[in-house]
Nanobody, 127 residues
């Protein structure tokens, strides 16, 4: 069983919005104060891309360079859930979106350093 579960993906028209959620699949999965939870995406034929990340302890946020301020990451510590609010979606945002956990915030952009991944949720932006 995958340790994290993403939800909220779907089909949306250009300019629309979606909110993705990421939560542990089991109550035994602990998010520690030193951890960072990141969102990544991968479109067909393209490399995996860092989208956003949030540190659990001090709520510091990181964003990928290509997002142009359209996405917002947030977390609800009590609910053990991380959200990705996506606005003004573009066709090039179409991808499978994954969340993952890394033990610390160093090299937060490097997906190979994350050790726990979800199964992904498909986001399709099309008219």
């Amino acid at each position: 069983q995958v340790p994290l579960v993403e939800s909220g993906g779907g089909l949306v028209q250009p300019g629309g919005s979606l909110t993705l959620s990421c939560t542990p699949s089991e109550s035994t999965f602990v998010i520690y104060s030193s951890n960072i939870i990141g969102w990544f995406r991968q479109a067909p034929g393209k490399e995996r891309e860092f989208v956003a990340g949030v540190t659990w302890r001090n709520y510091k946020k990181y964003y990928g360079d290509s997002l142009q301020g359209r996405f917002t990451i947030s977390r609800d510590a009590a609910a053990n859930t991380v959200y990705l609010q996506m606005n003004n979606l573009l066709p090039e945002d179409t991808a499978v979106y994954y969340c993952a956990r890394k033990w610390d915030a160093d090299t937060w952009y490097d997906g190979s350093k994350y050790d726990s991944w979800g199964q992904g949720t498909q986001v399709t932006v099309s008219s």
